[in-house]
């Protein structure tokens, strides 16, 4: 578009208007094509400009002829765009040295190579490597000071080029066009079984009256390379590669014979000219050739097995077999091998047999290609299943149909399921046998574990050497005993290599003894402890385990493994943490991460002073869970603590040490958990105290009447102030209840100062405490009177 464009004043803005070229002149040097969609050229007289702008336009120049370096060219040609139109134009085109052609691939005006003959020399003249038209590319008044320079940048890898009487080389690699002009240069191979050559070179114009020198301006630098094509002369013969010419093929299936069976170089010859004669035949089948399969051959070539179109079609036999061949280039004498074909037997292997894991408290499980999967080599690779011994405690089902029949089908798409009848038993299986039509795999065993509902810690760390509680956070069957509605029950087949197992007894001040069973309500309760005694004075640790089966009602029994570490218990320290991962800082972290801390039911014991009181560490409370556990905060601490006699001071007990070990994360506790108690103790805290107040203000008012009426008699004249009347500050304000009448100095009187009810009454007090006028004789009614006129029957004051 750029070099031609043609433009109407009546064209709309959609472009309907087309502007039509028609060639009236056509060029001298090349010829107008077009561009077809694919890729092909097609000369055209006319063309529009919607071609023109789409690039499909081209001027293709003819060649191969020299036109120097530089040439023109040109065509002439008129528009019409009805009803207008323009009168013959001229379209010049310029021709360099630079453009080429893909027929003509040098920018020199000849660089044809050469050919040679194995170990022979060619001679390379200016037919065969010319560039004297680079000097067309200066004005014609310097053309004859200036001459065409070469210089060799990689010499040939097969030969050498000699100029003259000397070899070039790296170090001299320059020649000149005048001496290829008058003398040519030699290239000489060096009999090498090779097939081509080549050595590259520039090509540049250097002043006559200057030493050659490649100018430091690529641009001014043709850069090119010289290709030598080789004639292998066949003096080599053929040589087989293949130590022992042999195939392996199934019984009654056919096998491509490749060149990893057979193979026969020869350096002087292609493989299509290496050829096989077979001698003897195949006493156990024949050979064919791609396309016909049905075709025995007796000759093939090297060609034809580096493709892979030589077969061997076995007869069924079930013995092994041999051919006899011989090998030859047409030049040489030929070789004579023979070739064995060693017969498999049709087998079936699986690739696939493990273990079906049934979930306890599940009864079905499907069973797929990733528990049981076999394959064949023979020709059917349809592989069916016979149940020779069904399932002592379930059934194979289809479609919930017991079947004793499937194939591999059946497992690749999940149809097949095992269901568990009988939950009595923690493991089942069922025998097969896998067939085909032309083999069979017998007596093959599928078996079927129940896996324990429990969450067992990992990485758990026991200390050696004390007695440690085995908390809910590693042995959690809480999700079982949901499930089952009851208590599961652990029995235990293997106990620990280098401990046991304990059942603490609080109600013996935490006394334990050994067990092969216990329930998970006694682990939530934390009577189940681990005591180990290993030997660990060469190693760091030892890694233990007890083996258990774990029941519970309505599901079946399961086998489990709880494996932990035994580590050293170190008594110096006050805490000892093991964990296998570093203890997070922040909160989130806290909050996806659960620690489980194993506390040492004993600790070793010294004697204590009877001034200090034994150190207490209290293990932290958890939620009650659903079995009511009131006994798991209690700990067992020494009873005393011995003085130090050498040093002055005593002896700490050795402390309870707590190990944290990983568990799996939970969430983090919701904050209303916490924020809610406290809400609901506050709350009753005020209600107790509103309930306080009123029983009180209650009591008050039901003790004034009383309290007034007593204070009548002993009333002082009312205070003008207050309106009311003020009691005498002389008179006691206690009223007590009647006892029985007595004198002063009497037993009753005695027994009260006994059990001190009245200790801060005087004795002349206590006197008008037990008189009263209506029960004393008149003696002792008389000195009542006289001691305290005041009273009235039936009144005490204190």
Not at 88 to 93: L, P
Not at 288 to 316: C, H, P, R, W
Not at 633 to 650: A, D, F, L, Q, Y
């Amino acid at each position: 578009m750029e070099d031609l464009r043609a433009v109407s004043n009546d064209n709309d803005d959609m472009g309907n208007r087309s502007i039509v070229f028609t060639v009236v002149g056509s060029p001298k040097l090349g010829k107008l094509v077009k561009k077809q969609e694919d890729n092909s050229t097609a000369s055209v007289t006319s063309f529009t400009q919607s071609m023109v702008d789409e690039s499909v336009i081209i001027y293709e120049q003819n060649g191969p002829e020299f036109l120097g370096w530089r040439a023109t060219d040109s065509f002439s040609f008129t528009l019409s765009s009805p009803p207008a139109s323009l009168e013959a134009q001229i379209f010049k085109i310029d021709i360099s040295y630079e453009n080429t052609s893909p027929e003509h691939r040098t920018l020199l005006l000849a660089n044809t190579g050469a050919i040679v003959t194995e170990g022979d020399r060619i001679l390379i003249d200016k037919s065969k490597l010319d560039a004297s038209n680079l000097i067309a590319k200066l004005p014609e008044s310097q053309r004859q000071s200036y001459e065409v320079w070469y210089q060799v940048k990689s010499l040939p890898q097969h030969g050498v080029i000699i100029v003259g009487e000397r070899n070039l080389t790296k170090e001299k690699p320059n020649f000149s066009q005048f001496i290829l002009n008058k003398f040519g240069i030699t290239y000489v191979h060096d009999n090498s079984e090779t097939t081509n050559d080549s050595f590259i070179f520039d090509a540049w114009l250097n002043l006559k009256s200057k030493p050659a020198q490649r100018p430091a301006d690529d641009s001014e630098v043709v850069e090119e390379s010289f290709n030598i094509t080789v004639k292998p002369v066949n003096d080599q013969p053929p040589v087989l590669k293949t130590k022992a010419p042999s195939l392996m093929v199934v019984q009654g299936d056919m096998a491509v014979l490749g060149p990893d069976n057979l193979n026969v170089v020869d350096l002087d010859n292609p493989p299509e000219d290496i050829k096989y004669t077979v001698i003897s035949k195949p006493n156990n089948g024949f050979l064919a050739m791609e396309g016909s399969l049905n075709e025995s051959i007796l000759a093939f070539t090297q060609a034809d097995i580096n493709s892979e179109k030589l077969y061997f079609v076995q007869d069924g036999s079930p013995f092994s077999g041999v051919f006899y061949f011989s090998v030859t280039d047409g030049e040489h004498r030929p070789v004579y091998k023979l070739f064995n074909l060693e017969v498999t037997e049709i087998t079936i292997s699986l690739i696939n047999n493990t273990d079906l894991v049934l979930k306890q408290g599940q009864t079905s499980v499907v069973i797929t290609d990733q528990h049981l999967a076999a394959q064949t080599n023979g020709k059917n690779t349809t592989i069916h299943y016979r149940v020779t011994g069904p399932p002592s405690h379930g059934k194979l089902l289809i479609n919930n149909e017991e079947v004793t029949l499937f194939d591999q089908s059946d497992l690749q798409s999940g149809r097949l399921f095992y269901h568990m009848i009988n939950l009595t038993s923690s493991h089942d299986r069922f025998e097969f046998t896998a067939f085909t039509s032309e083999s069979n795999l017998t007596e093959q065993v599928v078996s079927i574990t129940v896996a324990a509902l429990i969450h067992l810690g990992e990485g758990v760390r026991i200390p050696n050497g004390i007695t440690v509680k085995l908390r809910k956070d590693v042995l959690n069957a809480t999700e079982l005993a949901v499930l089952s509605g009851s208590d599961p029950h652990f029995e235990i087949l293997s106990p620990p290599k280098h401990g046991k197992l304990v059942k603490v007894m609080f109600d013996m001040d935490g006394m334990s003894q050994p067990v092969t069973s216990f329930s998970f309500q006694d682990v939530e309760q934390g009577r189940v402890a681990i005591e180990e005694n290993a030997n660990l004075t060469e190693v760091q640790q030892l890694n233990d385990s007890f083996v258990f089966v774990l029941k519970a009602d309505n599901v079946q029994p399961a086998r489990g493994e709880f494996l932990f570490t035994i580590v050293p218990y170190d008594t110096t320290l006050g805490q000892v943490v093991l964990t296998q991962s570093p203890v997070p800082t922040n909160r989130s972290a806290l909050s996806n991460q659960t620690t489980v801390t194993v506390v040492p039911l004993h600790t070793l014991s010294n004697s204590v002073t009877p001034t200090h009181r034994p150190h207490k560490t209290m293990p932290k409370v958890k939620g009650r869970h659903r079995w009511a556990d009131h006994n798991r905060n209690r700990t067992h601490t020494p009873n005393t603590i011995g003085p130090n006699t050498t040093s002055g001071k005593r002896d700490l007990p050795h402390r309870i040490t707590p190990v944290r070990v990983e568990s799996l994360p939970r969430p983090a506790s919701d904050p209303l958990l916490i924020i809610l108690p406290l809400l609901a103790c506050l709350l009753l805290i005020i209600i107790l105290v509103v309930l306080i107040l009123v029983f009180r203000h209650r009591r008050e008012k039901r003790a004034q009447p009383a309290l007034i009426q007593n204070r009548s008699s002993n009333m002082v004249p009312a205070s003008p102030y207050l309106g009311q009347p003020e009691r005498s500050l002389t008179v006691p304000s206690v009223i007590v209840t009647p006892l029985t009448p007595s004198c002063p100095g009497s037993p009753v009187l005695d027994r009260l100062h006994e059990r001190a009810l009245v200790p801060m009454i005087s004795p002349h007090e206590s006197s008008l405490l037990l008189c009263s006028w209506n029960n004393l004789d008149p003696e002792t009614a008389q000195h009542c009177r006289a001691t305290n006129p005041t009273l009235r029957d039936n009144q005490y004051w204190v």
